[in-house]
């Protein structure tokens, strides 16, 4: 079983300034992956970033981050410099052998 | 616009009645899934294909919704008797074979049941 927690409802961040959101996972799987996705109010789901299980180095897609602790089971992911266009729903989601399960999200909003 | 495309995108409807949504995935995508999203929630996974062959269904998938993807294009999702339980956003994805098995969502069909 699968299951991912993100214990943070809602974040507030200044515009231009670094924001953290939290993502626990628990799994039985030995090989997984970990994705967020961000869902503004339009509804589509975007892709961010993807960090695998075995790999070593922490991954990185522009302005966005993933810092990855296997031991702590946790994929937080980073946004720098945050823009007005990054208020969104965002949701960390984990896949090992079987399907893609979602946390229930965090709302961010960023203020001028 | 090349992206995965979903019709209807608002559905109302009586209780009772069968509705059918459609899903069209990136062309070359091999996999496509459904997920349903209420609100306040993250997506959850409803049925699995590759290619024609639906190699996964949840157990939220009553004996009530169907799910099919013919030559293994589109894919259609059919719920019989609708319920006002049913009322939820239903997500369609599609993928390309292999890892990181990155999924590339639909913009949703919004079905809201009186």
């Known amino acids: 079983a699968q299951k991912i927690t993100q214990t943070q409802p809602g974040m507030f961040v200044q515009e231009k300034e670094a924001v953290t959101l939290d993502c626990t996972y628990d799994t039985s799987d030995q090989s997984y992956g970990l994705f967020w996705y961000k869902q503004p109010s339009s509804g589509e789901m975007i892709f961010l970033i993807y960090?695998?299980?075995?790999?070593?180095q922490n991954a990185t897609e522009g302005r966005y981050s993933l810092n990855f602790q296997k031991a702590r089971k946790s994929a937080n992911l980073v946004i720098s410099a945050s823009q007005l266009g990054d208020s969104a729903m965002y949701f960390c989601a984990i896949k090992g052998y079987s399907t893609l399960t979602f946390g229930k999200g965090t709302m961010l909003l960023v203020s001028p | 616009d090349t992206g995965v495309s979903q019709d209807p995108r608002h559905k109302i409807t009586k209780r009772g009645q069968n509705v059918t949504f459609r899903c069209d995935p990136i062309?070359?995508?091999?996999?496509l899934y459904w997920y349903r999203q209420t609100l306040g929630q993250g997506p959850e996974f409803l049925t699995y294909?590759?290619?024609?062959?639906?190699?996964?269904k949840s157990r939220l998938l009553s004996d009530r919704f169907s799910a099919e993807r013919p030559k293994g294009s589109f894919s259609t999702l059919e719920i019989q008797r609708t319920e006002q339980g049913d009322s939820a956003m239903y997500l369609c994805?599609?993928?390309?074979?292999?890892?990181?098995?990155?999924?590339?969502f639909g913009p949703g069909t919004r079905l809201t049941v009186l």
């Open positions: 994805a599609s993928s390309p074979a292999g890892v990181p098995d990155e999924q590339f």
């Open positions: 062309s070359e995508h091999n996999r």
């Open positions: 294909f590759q290619n024609e062959a639906q190699l996964e």
């Open positions: 960090q695998g299980s075995y790999d070593e």
